[in-house]
Each structure stands twice: as C-alpha cells, then as structure tokens.
C-alpha cells in the first residue's frame, strides 16, 4: 500500500472534512472567532512578554501557515461541516528524524458545539499523521477544560504526563495535561473507527 503524503491532505467522515485551511475562509473564519470570542477566550493562547508577535490579520497567518506547511512543521487544516467552515485542527511542532512526532490543537465555532465534529475532526487528522509516518502524536489541555477532555476521552487517548505552567494561555502562564498516542496503539479501525462507532450507538 502507498503511503499518502502528509501535506496537503483532504480528509472526510460523513458531513465533516478536513481541508487545508485557505484565504477564501477569511470571512467565515472572521465571523467564527467573533461568535465564539468570549466560549474560547479561556482557552486561546496568548503571546507573553517579550514572545513573538501573532499574525496581525487573517491573511498573514495563512501565509505563516502555508510557509510552516511547506518546510513540514505544521499542517494547518480547516474543518467543515456541510461544505460550511466550522473550526480548525493544527499539527504543529513536527519533528522527523529519530522522534517522529508531533503536537495536536483544535478550536471550533460555538455553533456546531456538541455535535460530535471536533472528535471526528481531530481523529481523521490523527490517523492521516499515523499513515503518512508519524508514530507519536501528542495533545496538551487545560485542566478546566472540559470540553476538549472529553474529545481525547472519546478517541481513548491516555493522559501521559501533568507541564505546569505550558503555555501561555487567556493572558497567563497555565498549567495542561499532557495526552499521547502512538502508533503502536493506533486501533486497526483508525480512530475514526472508534468515533464512529461510538457516535452509533
């Protein structure tokens, strides 16, 4: 069997996909964060003191992106539902060489919340990395944050480590939780198996 490349990649299940993210969602991504502003703010990373500044508009953080894509550090993918955008899943941080790894990261709109995209989202994404070589794929949570907790519970993600003072999130330094799979563990079904078959149920 072929294994895919990593990048670009487009990624389905049922209604969702997950697409490289592009210009042409400026204003939908614009109307998103503006929606969700005040559900995501405690979760948003934020630059500290003396960090490097974030993209200034939409336009410049695509094209960080894409540059980032490109070399193989990051893959920033949009996520749709019903052609319609819906969020984003980030892979960034992407070692090669001895470790073969990377980092995970996810947001959605308020508006498609507790529908079950963001497990599917993050679980096409995950198995796309497994295929295309990575062996281990990590995801790092606020502790209060509930509703990202439970996606990682979902795909049976186990909590691996406890990085006080991570990130620098909502305007501080902030304590995560540390999750991990690798590939040893990857399920025959992929994750996506797994979400699914839970979502039947």
């Given at each position: 069997?072929?294994?895919?490349?990593?990048?670009?990649?487009?990624?389905?299940?049922?209604?969702?996909?997950?697409?490289?993210?592009?210009?042409?969602?400026?204003?939908?991504w614009a109307t998103a964060r503006r929606r969700s502003a005040a559900w995501l703010a405690p979760w948003d990373a934020t630059v500290p003191p003396g960090g490097d500044a974030r993209p200034a508009t939409f336009a410049a953080l695509v094209r960080?992106?894409?540059?980032?894509?490109?070399?193989?550090?990051?893959?920033?993918?949009?996520v749709d539902v019903d052609g319609r955008f819906a969020g984003q899943v980030t892979v960034s941080n992407i070692v090669r060489g001895s470790a073969m790894f990377a980092s995970v990261g996810y947001w959605i709109d308020v508006s498609f919340a507790g529908r079950g995209v963001m497990p599917r989202a993050v679980a096409l994404v995950i198995d796309h990395c497994f295929?295309?070589?990575?062996?281990?794929?990590?995801?790092?949570?606020?502790?209060?944050?509930?509703?990202?907790?439970r996606i990682v519970e979902k795909?049976?993600?186990?909590?691996?480590?406890?990085?006080p003072r991570y990130l620098h999130i909502d305007g501080e330094w902030r304590d995560h939780m540390n999750f991990a799979i690798t590939r040893e563990e990857w399920p025959p079904g992929g994750l996506i198996g797994r979400v699914e078959s839970h979502q039947s149920h």
């Open positions: 069997m072929t294994t895919p490349k990593l990048w670009p990649a487009t990624l389905h299940s049922g209604e969702v996909a997950v697409r490289p993210l592009a210009m042409r969602d400026g204003m939908a960080r992106q894409r540059r980032a894509a490109r070399r193989g550090t990051t893959l920033p993918f949009a295929a295309a070589g990575l062996h281990r794929i990590e995801v790092s949570i606020r502790p209060e944050n509930a509703n990202s907790l795909l049976e993600i186990g909590q691996v480590g406890y990085s």
